[in-house]
């Protein structure tokens, strides 16, 4: 077989272009939830870690796989367990722990939680110290989502 008629047979996607793995996605996902939490750059996390900030927006997409040693480098510079970089790992159809009826909801959550509106949010509303101003916003938040009955 020649070399132009090998390349022929491959498919679009084999041709240089990769897909992030669904894993280092939620991975690097994790990492960018917490570094945000921390209100850390991306920029200084970079340099706790001896690499540049585009680097760490690779490993925050996904788009590079974050290796053992940076993993565990990555936990003592965000203060997380390693696991922590696993939790909430959307489980495959097959595995014993799928099929929990809240997953779904919990996803959507962390999901929430990880944008920078969900984020900027959080944050504003643990600086309330009134709980009853914060009682009264949660049911402003329900009654404004149609979830006045919860």
Sequence with gaps: MSRESAVEELEPDDRGSRRANPIDV????????????????????GEHLGLTFQQIQKYEKGINRIGASRLFDLSKVLAVPV????????????????????RPAESYAVEFLSSREGLELNKAFARITDPRVRR??????????????E
């Excluded at 990492?31 to 921390?38: H, I």
């Excluded at 696991?83 to 809240?102: K, T």
């Design 136 to 149: 009264s916003i949660v049911e402003l938040v329900r009654a404004l989502a149609g979830d006045a009955d």
């Design 83 to 102: 696991q922590f970089f696993y939790e909430e790992l959307p489980m495959a159809s097959g595995d014993a722990a799928g099929g929990f009826a809240d």
């Design 26 to 45: 939620h991975v690097g996902s994790r990492v960018r939830l917490r570094r945000m939490l921390l209100g850390m750059s991306q920029e200084k996390l």
